[in-house]
């Protein structure tokens, strides 16, 4: 039986990293079972994924991309002519370092498909990877001349940012600690008075003088 030669390095991903096991399914499983169409496939999956969360605008989909995993995503150039983003971040940076047969078909398609349902225009992606700089560029075409109309969104969905702290409403929190902090007290005169009122022990003993005093 051959050995298989594993298709990533697991060592050069940092630590216990939280990308890696999204980079065995992609990098690993998902080729093995889809072969020569893994390209194909992953780029239609993006395209599906963004149908399924429609983004009205470029800092949702930048949102998305940090949200999900995808990486750092910075637009570089838009114009008449073409649309480029660049990937970046530690997930990127490790896969391009360890991966050996890399493909971004999948933020490509999801990139296309949101700018199409954005612009209404028919819109495709391909990529170019930076191997100094372990980044990623993502142009995007569109074809104007294609005069076929394009299903409009309706509805988009929306990615709520997260704080580091979100402030979570106490409607009952003045009165919670005005009364915590009176059962406190009460509590701490309860036992001072119980300290109090408690006598020794020794106290109820006869004392030595009196067990020598004769009964008259």
């Known amino acids: 039986m051959n050995e298989q030669k594993p298709s990533i390095d697991l060592n050069l991903f940092k630590g216990n990293s939280p990308f890696l096991g999204q ?7 998902i080729p093995n079972l889809l072969g020569n169409e893994t ?12 149908r399924q969360y429609p983004l009205s605008s470029d800092e949702d989909t930048i949102l998305f ?50 700018i199409q349902q954005q612009e209404s225009n028919y819109t495709e992606a391909f990529y170019q990877i930076d191997q100094k700089n372990l980044t990623v560029a993502i142009t995007l075409k569109q074809d104007a001349k294609d005069l076929e109309p394009i299903a409009s969104i309706n509805h988009f969905f929306t990615l709520d940012e997260l704080s580091e702290e979100k402030d979570i409403p106490n409607l009952f929190g003045n009165e919670i600690d ?39």
């Open 23 to 29: 980079s065995l399914l992609r990098d690993v499983l």
């Open 178 to 216: 005005q009364a915590s902090t009176k059962l406190v007290i009460d509590n701490d005169k309860i036992q001072d008075n119980k300290i109090n009122d408690k006598k020794s022990i020794f106290e109820k003993l006869p004392s030595r003088s009196s067990r020598h005093t004769k009964k008259k």
């Open 65 to 114: 991309f940090e949200r999900v995993g995808f990486g750092n995503l910075t637009l570089k150039v838009r114009n008449q002519h073409s649309i480029v983003f660049q990937l970046a971040g530690t997930c990127v940076e490790s896969r391009i370092k360890a991966v050996n047969n890399l493909s971004f078909n999948l933020e490509s398609g999801f990139l296309a498909e949101q």
């Open 39 to 50: 390209n194909e496939i992953l780029y239609w999956a993006g395209k599906e994924i963004a």
